[in-house]
């Protein structure tokens, strides 16, 4: 993308109604504007880092054998008075009525639809297991909508919900999802704590939050801080194995880490005390086990091997899609802007040309963004006539882990400069290295980048040489 071309209205000014850094940012960056109280529009570079959340969360789902569907946005009440919850969600749900008086409402989640589709389809425990899940906008009439996208009364979520035999085949199915979300944040660049939480309005006995360490974060933590040495890296996953997916969860779950609700002072100060952390986190994620809460009273039914009808066991999953936006923001970010992991940067690099209108650098820079761009990569060419320190300023802002830098005194020497957003450190190189740098970087983000084994071979940028 040129610069030029792009929609990119970035503020000079820090807007006076952002209380937190990732609003700030978001605001000043362009990303989204303000619609209603918690309602956004997603301008287009908030658009594209949602869009790389999203599909992170896709091939982590489909890679542990959950199915994508789409269920809508308006629901009929009537499933919500089988489940006994129409009456039960209060003000939160936001209620409408079409034009015949028939009571609809504007999903807060989907427990109830995915029950009826399930209902509706199957009725033999050979179907199972089943898990379903899809991403879609949600609404819940926040009595606080604050902090922009982090808790916006118009959500963007991914909800997922298994279906089961056995309570035993369902906790493979929380384990499983335990697993894949902790796979997705850390694509994401991101440590999120799977942490003991309440269950609140789902309702069920085994659920955990999955928390980022923020001082912005709503919700109070408490954790033994060796949970914070561990991570799941580049271990291979078998969902199916069911031990696997069960010693995972111990390996992320027994120290302590808790949230105030279910926190437990006496366990806590068992701890060493050097290890005791009480801080505040962002909730990001929820995965819940409740039984046969919502197939019982809605008769979710399937015929069991003796052939008797058993209600089925289930679980729903939850990822606040738009809070991670936020949430990854809160956690990378200087007092310039934002520092974007390479797994959700909504451009690869940037491209800045230190003097526009030379021929020499424009040149220069035209053949990087090609070179780039025929490589599946995505650039962002600051084309615009403006002084190199604006230049900088905007790319700082808004963030790309990488930049190139192209002007005429280093192109003398056949060189342009590529520098690290995190690090600020810069290295003079070929162009041609640089493309082959940045390639490097993404290939383990972008298997379709397809440069093994033999690097770049028989691509285009070969020109170059
Ligand atoms: P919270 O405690 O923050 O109100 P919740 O526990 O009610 O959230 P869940 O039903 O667990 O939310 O929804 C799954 C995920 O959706 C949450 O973990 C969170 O990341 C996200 N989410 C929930 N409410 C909002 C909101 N108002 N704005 C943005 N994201 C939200
Ligand atoms: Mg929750």
């Known amino acids: 993308m040129r610069l030029t071309r792009y929609f990119l209205p970035v503020l000079k000014e820090n807007p006076s109604e952002a209380q937190i850094v990732s609003h700030r940012l978001m605001l000043r960056a362009g990303m989204i504007k303000q619609q209603a109280a918690g309602i956004y529009s997603w301008l287009p570079m908030g658009f594209k880092v949602l869009r790389r959340i999203e599909q992170i ?7 542990a054998g959950h199915i994508p569907m789409l269920m809508p946005t308006l629901q009929p009440a009537d499933l919500w008075r089988e489940s006994g919850r129409y009456d039960d969600y209060g003000q939160e749900m936001l209620r409408v009525r079409d034009r015949h008086q028939r009571d609809m409402l504007y999903g807060p989640t989907n427990e109830e639809m995915i029950t009826d589709i399930f209902r509706a389809h199957v009725g033999s425990y050979k179907d199972l297991p089943l898990t ?27 909800d997922g919900y298994n279906f089961d035999l056995t309570k035993e085949d369902a906790l493979h199915a929380y384990n499983r999802h335990l697993v894949s979300y902790l796979r997705t944040y850390e694509r994401m660049g991101l440590q999120a704590i799977p942490m003991r939480a309440d269950s609140g309005p789902i309702g069920g006995d085994d659920t955990h939050e999955f928390l980022v360490l923020a001082e912005t974060g709503e919700s109070e933590v408490f954790y033994d801080s060796a949970v914070t040495d561990i ?16 010693a995972i969860l111990e390996e992320f779950t027994s120290l302590y880490a808790r949230t105030d609700e279910t926190h437990d002072q006496a366990v806590f100060d068992a701890i060493p005390e050097a290890r005791c952390r009480q801080a505040r986190g962002i909730e990001v994620g929820q995965i819940f086990y409740f039984g046969t ?12 091997p003796d052939g008797k009808p058993v209600p089925v066991h289930m679980g729903s999953h939850g990822i606040g899609v738009s809070r991670l936006v936020g ?25 800045v040309n230190l003097k526009q209108g030379d021929a020499e650098a424009d040149a220069a820079c035209e053949k ?3 070179a780039l761009t025929s490589l599946g990569l995505e650039p962002l060419y600051d084309d615009r006539d403006e002084r190199a320190g604006a230049k900088f300023a905007t790319m700082d802002l808004i963030g790309l882990p990488w930049r190139i830098t192209v002007g005429p005194r280093g192109l003398k020497n056949g060189v342009v400069e590529v520098t690290s957003r995190r690090t600020g450190d810069s290295v003079e190189m070929t162009p041609l290295d640089a493309v082959k740098k940045i390639a490097e970087i993404y290939a383990p983000h972008h298997p379709n980048l397809d440069l093994h084994p ?8 070969h020109t170059w040489l």
């Open 57 to 63: 969360v896709h091939e982590e789902q489909i890679r």
């Open 132 to 158: 379903l899940y899809h991403v879609q906008w949600k609404f819940r009439d926040e009595i606080r909508p604050r902090f922009g996208v982090m808790r916006g009364r118009e959500f963007y979520m991914k």
């Open 231 to 246: 991570s799941l890296g580049a271990r291979e996953i078998d969902y199916d194995d069911k031990a696997q997916c069960q």
């Open 293 to 304: 809460k919502y197939s019982e009273p809605m008769g979710a039914t399937v015929q069991g």
């Open 327 to 351: 949430a990854i923001i809160e956690a990378s970010h200087d007092e310039n802007g934002i520092i974007w992991p390479e797994g959700v940067t909504p451009f690869h690099c940037g491209i």
């Open 368 to 370: 990087l963004y090609k």
């Open 454 to 461: 033999e690097p770049m071979a028989g691509r285009s940028f």
